[in-house]
């Protein structure tokens, strides 16, 4: 019904305003230059897939790690803590750029130029993090700054940034003292792992605070620099490369985290999903996050899955076509990220259905996956999603190490797919009607625009709502943001 209407909506039936920005998309289409500037200024919502440390530049990661006395090791260019034994003072490096060129260190730090030096996209960019994770220590608040300041400048709204703050330490407590086979509960000391809980929580309030006051964020709404008003949201993001015991802990120390600080709205788990024990693990995974969402029912389920990032020839086929279904139907995701693999299913009809049925999104990210997978263009099962009803938006992954931001990925998906202005601003509005923001959502129907009862004579985005709607307003955080994204699509779609 939805694909329907996306479909059948004629442009006489919108508002004349978005009607003139519709006509002025389709004169322009084909130029770039004119295409990424009413992208750029198009409101775009929000970005639900970006991961904190992918997304920022190595120039970036090269100041600070200059600045905070950090080295390089010029033959792995991986980037270490001080002392600088064996290996060159990045403050050193940047000052005499004359005779090392930074460059190289550039591209090692990023997918940038990888084409030309015989190494597959995949691994080039699983590498990088390696190289730049030193860097990131201390800088997280920067980094969320970055990344904000960026949104800001892009007319976003909205970042839900994945990051594994305390994974690590739980990883390290489980492989101590965790025991997959006793009972729930004393699997692993959960006295121990609420302390790793209420180190992170300090750790997001140390981030909140230096990011707001690297942008210089005021109490003033009207005079707030670039990036202030864009409302961030955290995941947890689950590493799935080690030992079970080990994914267990993570994945209830995301949950735990979850339960106890609403800056943190979901989980996710991560790193390769062709890795050996990410596909040996898959099932048994997806049972641990229901289990522990099942031991914690009062929360509110924030469950997005990095699903199907396969393609034939990276993996066995048996290993392709069941994850998505797998992280959908088991763990109960209401989210996935990528489902680049839907085709191998069984029954990808039956399950295409299922999930435009259930309103399960799709975050789709274009150019990770050509560079990642090599899928791109026509290989790329958007327009599948698309055309059954499925709910999309587009996100980056990792837009400093691919060297992108979302305002390309919404052109790349434009001149790909040859998608209409009213597509674009379905994607935008599913970036928050399907984010983990708290609260229910503003519209009944994303893609034909009808919003729930209590605003549904209302004009969208307007100073002064209806006494219904703002009292519906008032009871949502998520719904309050879409109405500030209307307000921005009303003004956008006036100026045509
Ligand atoms: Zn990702």
Redesign the pocket.
């Known amino acids: 019904m939805k694909t329907l209407l996306l479909l059948c909506l004629t442009i006489s039936t919108w508002p004349v305003l978005a009607n003139h920005a519709a006509n002025y998309f389709e004169s322009i289409k084909q130029d770039p230059v004119k295409l990424r500037q009413f992208l750029q200024q198009f409101p775009k919502g929000g970005d639900l ?3 904190l440390s ?1 997304a920022i530049y190595a120039e970036s990661y090269l100041e600070w790690a200059s600045a905070d006395g950090k080295c390089i090791d010029l033959s792995t260019y991986i980037i270490t803590p001080p002392p600088c034994e064996g290996t060159k003072p990045l403050r050193q490096l940047m000052a005499d750029t004359s005779t090392e060129p930074l460059e190289p260190v550039i591209d090692a730090m990023s997918t940038r130029n990888y084409e030309r030096r015989g190494v597959s996209g995949h691994d080039q960019f699983f590498a990088t993090f390696n190289r730049f994770r030193s860097a990131a220590t201390g800088r997280f608040g920067d980094m969320v700054a970055e990344a904000r300041q960026r949104a800001g400048r892009q007319n976003m709204v909205y970042l839900e940034l ?1 990051l594994s703050l305390g994974m690590l330490e739980v990883t390290q407590l489980a492989a101590e003292s965790g025991n997959l086979d006793a009972p729930y509960g004393e699997r692993i000391d959960h006295t121990k792992v609420d302390t790793i809980v209420e180190t992170v929580i300090e750790h997001f309030d140390a981030i909140e605070k230096r990011q707001s006051e690297l942008l210089g964020c005021t109490a003033d709404a009207d005079t707030q620099p670039t990036g202030c008003d864009v409302t961030v949201r955290y995941q947890a993001q689950v590493l799935r490369t080690f030992a079970p015991i080990q994914v267990y802990a993570q994945t209830l120390l995301a949950v735990k985290l979850m339960q106890a600080d609403p800056r943190v709205v979901a989980l ?1 788990f ?1 790193a390769p999903e062709d890795h050996r024990i990410a596909l040996r693990d898959y099932h048994q995974h997806m049972q641990f996050v229901a289990e522990l969402s099942a031991a914690f029912p009062s929360q509110p389920a924030g469950i997005t899955l ?1 699903a199907g ?1 396969l393609t034939m020839g990276l993996v066995p086929p048996e290993d392709l076509g069941w994850h998505i279904r797998d992280a959908i139907e088991t763990a109960g995701a209401t989210r996935i ?2 489902g680049i693999d839907i085709a191998y299913d069984d029954n990808m009809d039956a399950l295409l259905n299922s999930m435009a049925e259930q309103d399960i999104l799709v ?1 789709i ?1 274009l150019t ?1 996956n050509d560079v990642i997978l090599g899928i791109k263009d026509a290989d790329h099962p958007l327009p599948t999603y698309l055309e059954y009803g499925v709910p999309v938006t587009l ?1 980056t ?2 837009e400093g190490v691919s060297r992108i931001d979302l305002t390309h990925e919404y052109q790349r998906a434009t001149t790909t797919y040859d998608l209409s202005y009213l597509q674009l601003r379905y994607f935008a509005r599913n970036s928050l009607q399907y984010s983990f923001l708290s609260g229910a959502p503003l519209f009944k129907d994303t893609a034909d625009g009808s919003a729930i009862t209590a605003c549904a004579t209302d004009d969208l985005g307007a100073v002064a709502p209806s006494s219904n709607c703002a009292e519906f307003l008032a009871q949502s955080p998520k719904a309050r943001l879409q109405w500030e994204l209307e307000r921005r699509l009303s003004a956008f779609e006036a100026s045509f």
């Open positions: 897939h970006n991961h992918g994945m996710n991560v990095h990032e990220g990528h975050e990210n990770s996100s992954d990792d």
